[in-house]
T-cell receptor
Framework: RKEVEQDPGPFNVPEGATVAFNCTYS??????FFWYRQDCRKEPKLLMS???SGNEDGRFTAQLNRASQYISLLIRDSKLSDSATYLC????????????FGTGTKLQVIP | ETGVTQSPTHLIKTRGQQVTLRCSSQ?????VSWYQQALGQGPQFIFQ???????GRGNFPPRFSGLQFPNYSSELNVNALELDDSALYLC????????????FGPGTRLTVT
């Protein structure tokens, strides 16, 4: 089983729709969680950290479910500019920052 | 922009050759991690440097090596290049070794023929 798993998609959604992605992780000792956005042939960009209490940034909401070992990203009122690949990243506890990324979920917002 | 820069942007090498990739961290960041991203995959952790010392390593062979300099810039060296080394190589800096928020440079796209 992969340490971090994501549905590769693609998710094709109309503008204005709400879309949610999940990311599961296998190591219960994982401590920190992030969502990154990656545009085609560009570097990943930090979208948001995921806190135990959940967090929201505008149209984006991230949640953590430690019991079921997954994190989620909800995008409301999708824009064409949201089209990208969304990577989840999980940090395992320990003496160094070993960040494990999922393979990413591709989102295509269509007019 | 994150302030993390990498050079070169593209590189073509032949199997068996050696390559050095460079990264300048964002100002105020003292930790650098290197990742390999193959097409259609997420970034794979190669290693991390903190205060000029390797601070952790992923599942990459010893022919992948690195350096960090006093100004926190970094190099990734790959010896005896193989075709499978063709990928986007990303460096990411973070403010402290205990901070997990990483900011990526634009990457170097390496093609091995």
């Amino acid at each position: 089983r992969k340490e971090v798993e994501q549905d590769p998609g693609p998710f094709n959604v109309p503008e204005g729709a709400t879309v949610a992605f999940n990311c599961t992780y296998s190591n219960s000792a994982s401590q920190s969680f992030f969502w990154y956005r990656q545009d085609c042939r560009k570097e990943p960009k930090l979208l948001m950290s995921v806190y135990s209490s959940g967090n929201e940034d505008g149209r984006f909401t991230a949640q953590l479910n430690r019991a079921s070992q997954y994190i989620s990203l909800l995008i409301r009122d999708s824009k064409l500019s949201d089209s990208a690949t969304y990577l989840c990243a999980v940090v395992r506890g320990g003496g160094y920052q070993k960040v494990t990324f999922g393979t990413g979920t591709k989102l295509q917002v269509i007019p | 922009e994150t302030g993390v820069t990498q050079s070169p942007t593209h590189l073509i090498k032949t199997r068996g050759q050696q390559v050095t990739l460079r990264c300048s961290s964002q100002s105020g960041h003292n930790t650098v991690s290197w990742y390999q991203q193959a097409l259609g995959q997420g970034p794979q952790f190669i290693f991390q440097y903190y205060r000029e010392e390797e601070n952790g390593r992923g599942n990459f062979p010893p022919r992948f090596s690195g350096l960090q300099f006093p100004n926190y810039s970094s190099e990734l060296n790959v010896n005896a290049l193989e075709l499978d080394d063709s990928a986007l190589y990303l460096c990411a800096s973070s403010k402290e070794v205990g901070s997990y928020e990483q900011y990526f440079g634009p990457g170097t796209r390496l093609t091995v023929t």
